[in-house]
């Protein structure tokens, strides 16, 4: 993890209010919405990371155990699906190509887990609520310039940062500043 620099917090301005653009994606295009989700996740990632913390910290408050349990099953299960992709060539190509739904995979076999050992309503809530939202925002925020030039760093490597170790993780470096 040596060289990894947290980007600095995006102002609430440029995140959520007025100077921020949204507009519905071009569902036809997903290449290009796939390039806006991924660009908008290494510009925003301290925003998504402090939004999700705060949600986490709101449902462990009500739930400590409950919580503890999903986010143990659901880092087992991703942990246990890079371990897979990087060791098995048909895992890999289908993680590359269709990182979406090796998402939403994981996310699947999490919950069918975490019901079969109770605390459905935390996982919910939880870790798949804050994964929608950053999700959704990514999906309809417009690029600003300086979004486009921070990711160009990122691509390049002068900048190394969580969210591209993530990207990175489930496949998608090839995409990022593209």
């Known amino acids: 993890m040596a060289g990894v620099q947290p980007p600095p917090l995006r102002s609430l301005d440029d995140f959520l209010l007025t100077s921020a653009r949204f507009a519905v994606p071009d569902v036809r295009d997903l290449d290009r919405w796939n390039n806006?989700?991924?660009?908008?996740?290494?510009?925003?990632?301290?925003?998504y990371f402090l939004s999700a913390l705060i949600l986490l910290l709101t449902v462990g408050y009500m739930r400590p155990f409950q919580l503890l349990v999903g986010g143990v099953v659901v880092t087992l299960l991703f942990l246990g699906f890079?371990?897979?992709?990087?060791?098995?060539?048909?895992?890999?190509?289908?993680?590359?190509?269709?990182?979406?739904?090796?998402?939403?995979?994981?996310?699947?076999?999490s919950y069918l887990l975490i019901s079969v050992l109770g605390g459905v309503a935390v996982f919910l809530f939880g870790i798949a609520f804050p994964i929608l939202m950053v999700l959704v925002h990514a999906s309809v925020r417009l690029r600003s310039l300086k979004n486009k030039l921070e990711n160009k760093l990122e691509s390049i490597g002068l900048k190394r940062t969580p969210m591209g170790i993530l990207l990175e993780a489930l496949g998608q470096e090839q995409e990022a500043g593209s």
């Open 82 to 109: 890079v371990w897979a992709a990087e060791n098995q060539a048909p895992i890999r190509r289908f993680r590359r190509n269709h990182p979406s739904i090796s998402v939403f995979a994981i996310l699947l076999v």
């Open 36 to 47: 806006r989700i991924i660009n908008n996740l290494l510009y925003y990632q301290s925003n």
